[in-house]
């Protein structure tokens, strides 16, 4: 069999990812007592995870230095990139969503409202598709403080347990869409990996209809 490498996104969608792998019968421990490796090899059956922050996985998969990727649906929309999406991984659900201040009027008046985010693609589609002509201000974190101090109308951001934005005093003005963790395929190694990928692709679909 040949090796399969993984790249994993780091944090957020790290333990539930590490767990499907487990309960599928790939022993992962080595993951979850981990310190501060970022790669880690596993004899049977042979794959090499290693643990990225969520664009970086893209990019290594598109590349094709990692064969699968486990990375969020947010930052795949906002990527571009070129690989196959293969499964819905039902973990790491959150929404994309457009946040304020309570009782903002996004659609009064005649001037360019401002959207802060981390997602400026999502964003610019989101709001030509309602028609309107906003000005994007990206943010690398914490997004949350723009409304609050001035920078923008209102955030696009995910949303998960809502705590940031309530402990924040903003509220949710329209949902965008629902977000999961995703499994990417370099394009190439599906069909030079294809009895390996497809055998992990098939043992995790079980595990997830089984569940
Ligand atoms: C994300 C997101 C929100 C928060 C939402 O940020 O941008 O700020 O999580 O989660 P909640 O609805 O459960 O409160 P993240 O924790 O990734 O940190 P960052 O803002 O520094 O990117």
């Not at 993984?6 to 539930?16: F, H």
């Not at 991984?89 to 969503?97: A, D, P, Q, S, T």
């Not at 005093?169 to 990928?197: H, P, Q, T, W």
């Amino acid at each position: 069999m040949k090796n399969v490498k993984i790249a994993l996104t780091k944090g957020r969608l790290e333990k539930g990812a590490v767990q499907i792998f487990e309960d599928t019968g790939i022993d992962c421990s080595q993951l979850k007592d981990k310190g501060r490796k970022l790669v880690f090899h596993i004899d049977e059956p042979s794959i090499d995870f290693f643990l990225a922050k969520a664009s970086d996985v893209v990019t290594y998969v598109e590349h094709g230095v990692a064969d699968i990727g486990i990375v969020g649906k947010d930052t795949l929309m906002e990527s571009g990139k070129n690989y196959y999406e293969v499964l819905d991984l039902k973990m790491g659900r959150c929404k994309f969503i457009v946040a304020s201040k309570k009782d903002t009027d996004l659609y009064g008046g005649y001037n360019h409202k401002k959207i802060a985010t981390k997602y400026p693609e999502v964003a610019r589609k989101y709001f030509r598709s309602k028609g309107m002509d906003v000005e994007i201000i990206k943010i690398e974190g914490s997004v949350e403080l723009a409304p609050i101090l001035g920078l923008a109308d209102a955030i696009v951001d995910i949303m998960e347990t809502g705590t940031t934005l309530r402990e924040n005093g903003l509220v949710v003005l329209e949902e965008i869409c629902d977000l999961s963790a995703r499994m990417i395929v370099n394009v190439a190694s599906l069909k030079l990996k294809k009895e390996e990928i497809e055998g992990l692709i098939n043992r995790i679909q079980e595990y997830l209809y089984s569940k």
